[in-house]
T-cell receptor, first 111, second 115 residues
Framework: DAKTTQPPSMDCAEGRAANLPCNHS???????VYWYRQIHSQGPQYIIH???NNETNEMASLIITEDRKSSTLILPHATLRDTAVYYC????????????FGKGTHLIIQP | GAVVSQHPSRVICKSGTSVKIECRSL??????MFWYRQFPKKSLMLMAT?????????EQGVEKDKFLINHASLTLSTLTVTSAHPEDSSFYIC???????????FGPGTRLTVT
């Protein structure tokens, strides 16, 4: 899998947008960027994925730079329930293959 | 989204016994499922790939004779931890992709404690 770099932790105020960055400078042209999150003591949850166009779903938006070397996950109106570890993953074998989890970003939403 | 379940959610067993963990895809069929384990304050580590109708493939360093995987049907994979020891105590999580390419859905995890 392409190496990804994320800040170890971030704080965000409840109700504000949370912007989580990820660097993936070695990404190949046909590799997707996936985001998952893990709330404490639960299994990971799929959030969103994209190739080169920006993507939005009911959970979040994904902004991928034009050179595809970095991306930002945006939670538009963070709530306390969004406190979790967020993982940015670029699987070389495709999203349906076994995943390599890095350390992720521990996002803490402050009341 | 798709739903994956695991059973049991928690299990405590004595050293030397075996424990079976089930992973089910509830609303889709999965020819492939994945097993991970997670130690406290660490990230998930892929253990093995469970293949319906064929042998599982294991990641380097994972003992296939200790962690037996059976993918009995398109909706069920089981992980059996044989002769469990306290160092096997961990959070075991499975995942499955609803489609050959695309996202994966994870089970809620099984907390194994070996005493």
């Amino acid at each position: 899998d392409a190496k990804t770099t994320q800040p170890p932790s971030m704080d965000c105020a409840e109700g504000r947008a949370a912007n989580l960055p990820c660097n993936h400078s070695t990404i190949s042209g046909n590799e997707y960027v996936y985001w998952y999150r893990q709330i404490h003591s639960q299994g990971p949850q799929y959030i969103i994925h994209g190739l080169k166009n920006n993507e939005t779903n009911e959970m979040a938006s994904l902004i991928i730079t034009e050179d595809r070397k970095s991306s930002t996950l945006i939670l538009p109106h963070a709530t306390l329930r969004d406190t979790a570890v967020y993982y940015c993953i670029v699987p070389s074998g495709g999203g349906a293959d076994g995943l390599t989890f890095g350390k992720g970003t521990h996002l803490i939403i402050q009341p | 989204g798709a739903v994956v379940s695991q059973h049991p959610s928690r299990v405590i067993c004595k050293s030397g016994t075996s424990v079976k963990i089930e992973c089910r895809s509830l609303d889709f069929q999965a020819t492939t499922m994945f097993w991970y384990r997670q130690f406290p304050k660490k990230s998930l580590m892929l253990m093995a790939t469970s293949n319906e109708g064929s042998k599982a493939t294991y990641e380097q360093g994972v003992e296939k004779d200790k962690f037996l995987i059976n993918h009995a049907s398109l909706t069920l994979s089981t992980l059996t931890v044989t002769s469990a020891h306290p160092e096997d105590s961990s959070f075991y999580i499975c995942s499955a992709p609803p489609r050959p390419s695309g996202e994966q859905y994870f089970g809620p995890g099984t907390r194994l404690t070996v005493t």
